[in-house]
């Protein structure tokens, strides 16, 4: 998977690149490409502290997000099959948003640059809506919208542990877009670590 076809995935929600994310026009073609090359000229103290999110080698992560993004494309072939759909819903939502969470948007955020294409794709993936989404997913406080128009989740809207859960809606258009930065935001950060230590690059 390479980097242009993430930025053709990512171009077809430039408008929500630009009013959610506070991306330029201009970055919004190329949103993969940028996140590697911001990824690889990081000091390599950054990019240990990237390795060091988790316990998990990274080399282990990109091999999971390669084999998701294998098991995606197998599930899109099959039509009209409910199981393979809500299989498909529940291993994205939780590749994109809690095992990428932490240990990649998060550590992204604390290291790259102010004002980079990677820190505002980053502070996007782990602020509310996306956040409270993540935090409902990881806790199974979440449902299908009637009519499958999106999803209905019950979060948080702060940090205090005594707040009472409070009741939100995903629509599939916001659900899609999200999914789509957070799988092109950690496999351009991660293959670009790869690459610049010496594992096989990304095809291109």
Partial sequence: MSYEHLDRQ??????????????????????????AAEVRFLEPASRVEVHAAGPVPLRDRVDELRAFQAWMDLAST????????????????????????????????KVSKAGSVTRRCCAYLTDNPVRAFRNAIAHSNWTYAPAFRGLVYWARKGSDPDE????????????????????????????SIEAVEGRTPPSS
């Fill in 78 to 109: 099959v039509r009209a099959n409910a199981a393979v759909t809500r299989a498909q819903v529940i291993v994205q939502n939780y590749v994109c948003f809690v095992y990428l969470g932490e240990t990649c948007f998060r550590a992204l955020r």
């Fill in 164 to 191: 009472a859960l409070c009741r939100f809606e995903v629509s599939q258009g916001d659900l899609d877009f999200w999914q789509a930065l957070s799988r092109g935001v950690a496999y351009a950060a991660y293959t």
């Fill in 10 to 35: 990512l171009k077809a929600f430039s408008n929500r690149l630009v009013e959610s994310v506070g991306l330029g026009e201009q970055e919004t073609g190329k949103v993969a490409t940028l996140v």
